[in-house]
């Protein structure tokens, strides 16, 4: 998988190039939180603009890092969810634990509130 990843301000934006996220995207994706996580980046959004379909142990992921930003009072937020990634959150639940925005600026605008 190919994960492009950039800042707005203080706020991690990543960005999984690929359609499908699978358990074999699951190294890269972890890699890109444990970096994040160890430079201080807790605030995190999760762009899928260009992703279609989330499969589980990639949201495990998610669960796991949303857990440990909440420790430093970070979070993770959603932003761009496709209509297959926006049922896959409403099955799972996920949009009580992830704040979900329909783009990447009203996500980030999200969190400039909160400071």
């Given at each position: ?38 430079a201080g980046a807790y605030k995190?959004i999760m762009d899928f603009s ?38 896959i959150v409403e099955v799972t ?23």
């Amino acid at each position: 998988m190919k994960v492009k990843s950039y800042k707005i301000e203080d706020i991690l934006v990543i960005e999984p190039q690929e359609k499908f996220l699978t358990g074999d995207d699951i190294k890269e994706l972890e890699d890109k939180f444990a970096e994040a996580y160890s430079a201080g980046a807790y605030k995190i959004i999760m762009d899928f603009s260009r992703t279609e379909l989330i499969y589980s142990a990639f949201i495990s992921v998610l669960l796991e890092y949303s857990q440990k930003l909440r420790q430093k009072e970070g979070r993770i937020k959603f932003a761009n969810p496709g209509l297959e990634v926006k049922k896959i959150v409403e099955v799972t639940h996920l949009g009580q634990i992830f704040e979900i925005y329909p783009d990447l600026e009203k996500a980030v605008e999200s969190f400039k509130k909160e400071n």
